[in-house]
């Protein structure tokens, strides 16, 4: 029966020291004047009042149980007392935990906001309050509005947002790029929408439209012009330079007077229209290892543009080299030869939409590179009909 009673004795004693502990979770707010509450929590204080209680308690029955229900009420109100749940470090005292102050540092008496900072921080250096900010983690350097948010609006309507647009008054319906700027195809300076040479080799100096400038405003542009500083006004053949003046035919020596038949025109190529069809250029031809026409090679490129005009067949300019040398060389002087032919052709009015440019290099072959007459044949710009209007 005694140790029944020790028992209860030492439940009573922990339950009344846990509730001395707890105390100052529930004093009123009129009370806690003076730290009262935190009174209730100090282990000493928890320990000599489970002492008091439950010795009292003890003493009821007899001395020895007093001594006992002291001593354990005194050791479980201490232990109790630690056990209650204690306040998360606050250095500045601002009522934000450190774990969770972005602004551990606050002055004291500072109005702070949630994250621990004062009320007109700026704590993502966006220039706007974090009072005002709805936005507070914005990276570093956005573009934000008035609210600190990231702006979504497209001026232009591009799909390109306008803090990343660096052409933000792009004409409706333009193709551009990540950047909110228009495609430019040639890299020639002037956007697709504009250039009505879009295929200018690289290294050309252009003007506004996109195309070859004329230096010497002949009305050969200068990538055509093997005398691109003939005197204004020369009369000027179509490779720019400044026309012979051609001997009057020799008369013959009959007796009507008139002149001798001229000799019969060479063959001109005759350009396809049916899609699928190619043909060899021939004629045309460029300086060794260079994309320069020669003099000659312009003849052939005008009757074929009359042709390509008449026809509107859209067509692929192609350049093909032989294997001499590098494959990579070889491709890239194939390709510029192709563009310069375009361009050519565009020149004397064929739509430049009409025409691809494109260079095989040595990939393409139409006779043997183990000899000089395979590699001349192999040598060649040809059209390939790619379809009509």
């Known amino acids: 029966m005694r140790s029944l009673h020790r028992s209860a004795l030492l439940g009573l004693a922990a339950v009344l020291a846990t509730g001395c502990a707890q105390m100052g979770s529930y004093v009123p707010d009129s009370m806690k004047n003076g730290d009262l509450a935190d009174k209730f929590k100090n282990p000493a204080v928890c320990a000599a009042a489970g002492a008091l209680l439950a010795g009292g308690v003890g003493a009821v029955e007899n001395k020895e149980a007093m001594?006992?229900?002291?001593?354990?009420?005194?050791?479980?109100?201490?232990?109790?007392?630690?056990?209650?749940?204690?306040?998360?470090?606050?250095?500045?005292?601002?009522?934000?935990?450190?774990?969770?102050?972005?602004?551990?540092?606050?002055?004291?008496?500072?109005?702070?906001?949630?994250?621990?900072?004062?009320?007109?921080?700026?704590?993502?250096?966006?220039?706007?309050?974090?009072?005002?900010?709805?936005?507070?983690?914005?990276?570093?350097?956005?573009?934000?509005?008035?609210?600190?948010?990231?702006?979504?609006?497209?001026?232009?309507?591009?799909?390109?947002?306008?803090?990343?647009?660096?052409?933000?008054?792009?004409?409706?319906?333009?193709?551009?790029?990540?950047?909110?700027?228009?495609?430019?195809?040639?890299?020639?300076?002037?956007?697709?929408?504009?250039?009505?040479?879009?295929?200018?080799?690289?290294?050309?100096?252009?003007?506004?439209?996109?195309?070859?400038?004329?230096?010497?405003?002949?009305?050969?542009?200068?990538?055509?012009?093997?005398?691109?500083?003939?005197p204004s006004g020369a009369k000027v053949d179509s490779a720019g330079c400044e026309a012979a003046v051609k001997p009057e035919a020799p008369m013959s020596k009959n007796d009507t007077g008139k002149s001798a038949a001229a000799p019969a025109a060479k063959d001109m190529v005759t350009v396809p229209t049916e899609a699928g069809q190619?043909?060899?250029?021939?004629?045309?031809?460029?300086?060794?290892?260079?994309?320069?026409?020669?003099?000659?090679?312009?003849?052939?490129?005008?009757?074929?543009?009359?042709?390509?005009?008449?026809?509107?067949?859209?067509?692929?300019v192609s350049g093909h080299t032989d294997a001499s040398g590098s494959p990579t060389v070889n491709r890239a002087l194939s390709q510029?030869?192709?563009?310069?032919?375009?361009?050519y052709l565009a020149s004397k009015g064929v739509p430049a939409e009409n025409m691809t440019a494109k260079g095989y290099g040595p990939d393409a072959p139409v006779a043997d590179n183990a000899n000089a007459g395979g590699r001349a044949k192999n040598r060649r710009v040809e059209l390939k009909v790619m379809g009509g209007n």
Request: aromatic content about 2%; proline content about 6%; overall charge negative.
């Open 67 to 230: 001594a006992i229900g002291a001593v354990a009420g005194g050791l479980l109100g201490w232990w109790a007392c630690n056990q209650q749940e204690k306040p998360l470090p606050d250095a500045d005292g601002d009522g934000v935990p450190d774990k969770i102050d972005m602004c551990a540092n606050t002055p004291a008496g500072t109005k702070v906001i949630d994250t621990g900072c004062p009320v007109d921080a700026d704590t993502d250096m966006d220039g706007v309050a974090d009072s005002a900010d709805k936005c507070a983690a914005t990276p570093k350097g956005a573009t934000v509005d008035s609210t600190g948010c990231v702006p979504t609006a497209d001026a232009d309507g591009d799909g390109v947002t306008d803090m990343n647009d660096l052409c933000p008054n792009t004409p409706a319906g333009s193709i551009v790029l990540p950047n909110g700027c228009e495609m430019d195809s040639d890299g020639d300076g002037v956007p697709d929408s504009r250039d009505r040479c879009a295929g200018t080799p690289t290294g050309i100096k252009v003007a506004g439209d996109g195309c070859a400038v004329d230096s010497d405003g002949d009305g050969v542009s200068d990538i055509l012009d093997r005398c691109p500083t003939t």
């Open 278 to 316: 190619s043909i060899v250029l021939k004629g045309v031809v460029f300086e060794s290892s260079s994309a320069k026409l020669t003099r000659d090679s312009l003849a052939t490129l005008n009757d074929v543009a009359e042709q390509l005009k008449q026809s509107g067949a859209k067509v692929e």
């Open 336 to 343: 510029r030869r192709a563009e310069v032919v375009a361009t």
